[in-house]
DNA sequence: GCAAAAACAATCATGATTGTCTTTAATATT
DNA sequence: AATATTAAAGACAATCATGATTGTTTTTGC
């Protein structure tokens, strides 16, 4: 799968009220959840089509009547992931509660989850895939761009320094995904992980403008 | 390559002073070398025989001849690129000047080069490569403690807080590293990256003791 | 020089993955 | 009920990576 060229997206069947014929949207989603489990336990290098087929346990020929070619399918499983991720993080931002430590911790609880680890696994892969990297790379754009603009929703009044609202972001991301790729590698402490998530939290109170202090 | 089990080291052929065949290192160096170069070019998952034997420029038969399967070789490069890691931080930690700032800036500089890259790739494949981990994780784990180790020798008079002096090099780690992880996967934001490191300096000045403190 | 050993090259058989094609079963339409 | 459409399964040929085997050329030791 991994060194299948990537095509288009397929032409959407046409949102009429098919009945029964909706449920090979069903299967559709089994072999995208499918795919996903096999990056998060095989790898993107061994996610190979028998291996979702049998991980959505159906025939690789059923499957490939759903998705034209394995590269079809993991354009999908990319983005349902984009959506999950976008997902989750409308959920975390969402909240009511708008203060660094909790946001923090949403963002640090997200990344922690599985669903990054795909994702880390599809952009490290994409490193050395030009196809791969032409359907990722947009996807992380539009997330980072949307985590800055939720951030300056949540700190508007911080919009006066943006040097240090700017630095404050990248240190956020840069701290919380370096942990989270680096538990990923055998390489994180778990015992720093609070003493770090506080200091950064500190961190950031500090780079707050007076007037954005509470 | 990928899925190869990796066996015990090779046994060396005893260091009498062979004149010749003595050239036979030299293509060994050779295909070790090539090892690494198609790991940061093509990734670990697609550094496959031949294709290692295509940039070492030799017949995949004569490599089998210096290396009994892709495994050994792998294991070999590994061992290579771990040397290779070793011998840069000797270098950047052996300097006279101890200053917070050139040491920063001196692993920074090691983790921007390809050696750093490839040994990223390695690090995510052992995620799911139970045989890649057991060669990868004890190089890993050797490098953090010289890592521990030479940050007490430079800094003997921070060992009376060891939560701060912890703190400091678990934060200097995660960020530099999450910073070149970033860069790799099209997530880093160059114009941050001197602010971010000019931060990271400030921020282990500050968790110096008052002793420590210059 | 000559024989043994090593370096190197080429080929082979095997297993895995990929996409296509064919066949069967289920479902929908008229 | 008959037929057309779709889901699902299986078989197929092509490609590729792997390790083993065999053959050829150097180099080394006697």
Redesign the pocket.
């Given at each position: 799968?991994?060194?299948?060229?990537i095509k288009t997206a397929k032409p959407v069947p046409a949102p009429e009220l098919?009945?029964?014929?909706a449920?090979?949207a069903a299967?559709r989603t089994r072999l995208i959840e499918a795919t996903i489990s096999c990056i998060i336990k095989y790898g993107y290098a061994?996610?190979?089509?028998?291996?979702v087929?049998d991980e959505a346990?159906?025939?690789?020929?059923?499957?490939?009547?759903?998705f034209?070619?394995?590269?079809a399918l993991m354009q999908a499983a990319i983005a349902e992931l984009h959506e999950k991720r976008l997902r989750a993080f409308r959920q975390s931002a969402g909240s009511t509660i708008h203060e660094v430590h909790t946001l923090v911790r949403a963002y640090w609880q997200q990344i922690s989850g599985q669903t990054f680890t795909a994702f880390h696994e599809l952009a490290l892969a994409s490193r050395t895939d030009e196809s791969l990297a032409n359907i990722l790379v947009p996807a992380q754009n539009e997330f980072r761009v949307r985590w800055y603009r939720q951030a300056i929703e949540l700190f508007p009044e911080w919009q006066d320094d943006r040097a240090r609202f700017d630095l404050a972001l990248a240190l956020s991301q840069n701290v919380l995904e370096g942990m989270a790729i680096n538990r990923l590698t055998h390489g994180l402490d778990e015992r720093m992980v609070e003493p770090i998530l506080n200091d950064l939290e500190r961190q950031i109170e500090a780079l707050k403008p007076p007037s954005a202090k509470a």
């Open positions: 799968m991994a060194r299948t060229a098919n009945l029964q014929a449920k090979s299967t061994r996610t190979t089509t028998p291996r087929a346990g159906m025939s690789r020929g059923a499957m490939l009547h759903h034209e070619n394995g590269g």
